[in-house]
T-cell receptor, first 106, second 113 residues
Framework: AQRVTQPEKLLSVFKGAPVELKCNYS??????LFWYVQYSRQRLQLLLR??SRESIKGFTADLNKGETSFHLKKPFAQEEDSAMYYC????????FGTGTRLQVFP | DVKVTQSSRYLVKRTGEKVFLECVQD?????MFWYRQDPGLGLRLIYF???????EKGDIPEGYSVSREKKERFSLILESASTNQTSMYLC????????????FGDGTRLSIL
């Protein structure tokens, strides 16, 4: 079955601390993986995708096919990173995880 | 920049009413989607459409129907609204090319009283 698991509902850190938002997927084919972010009162928007291998707003995510993971990382969290983060698996449609709320305290 | 417009940001309806949520996109994308977003449940796919007059059930289609008469417009219909359909509804579009992200509208927060 195709599934995306985000085990943490809430992650709270202090400003400057490292952040890792976990994402594991289940898919038999070659996965397309994305991270979406939703800031307060804003629309859901793409943060990054594995195919681009890019760093956006200091965030990176590496696809680990052996562990079927696509964890989102940032070495030094900022207060403006506080948001809801969704990992998504692309097939003929997008399958979303349940999301992780990141809170960054000053 | 892709623009996905949902007709209402907030909507309040009564139990038993027929409710229409409209979504319009301006980028000629083939695929359109309706999700509902609930705390702790993430985004769940209700219906999607690959082309005009085509529709496919998502994971939670019960109590909903859709209409896609024109490529740019995808409507979600609650035939007889119930309180458990109170939620945030998100429309999204996607081009047919591989590895492209979905583009989302602002969402409609629907309350059924």
């Amino acid at each position: 079955a195709q599934r995306v698991t985000q085990p943490e509902k809430l992650l709270s850190v202090f400003k400057g601390a490292p952040v890792e938002l976990k994402c594991n997927y289940s898919y038999s084919g070659s996965p397309e993986l994305f991270w979406y972010v939703q800031y307060s009162r804003q629309r859901l928007q793409l943060l990054l995708r594995h195919i681009s291998r890019e760093s956006i707003k200091g965030f990176t995510a590496d696809l680990n096919k052996g562990e079927t993971s696509f964890h989102l990382k940032k070495p030094f969290a900022q207060e403006e990173d506080s948001a809801m983060y969704y990992c998504a698996l692309g097939t003929d449609k997008l399958i979303f995880g349940t999301g992780t709320r990141l809170q960054v305290f000053p | 920049d892709v623009k996905v417009t949902q007709s209402s940001r907030y909507l309040v309806k009564r139990t038993g009413e027929k409710v229409f949520l409209e979504c319009v996109q301006d980028m000629d994308h083939e695929n359109m989607f309706w999700y509902r977003q609930d705390p702790g449940l993430g985004l769940r796919l209700i219906y999607f459409s690959y082309d005009v007059k085509m529709k496919e059930k998502g994971d939670i289609p019960e109590g909903y129907s859709v209409s896609r008469e024109k490529k740019e417009r995808f409507s979600l219909i609650l035939e007889s609204a119930s309180t458990n359909q109170t939620s945030m509804y998100l429309c999204a579009t996607l081009t047919a090319a591989a590895y492209q992200p979905q583009h989302f509208g602002d969402g409609t927060r629907l309350s059924i009283l």
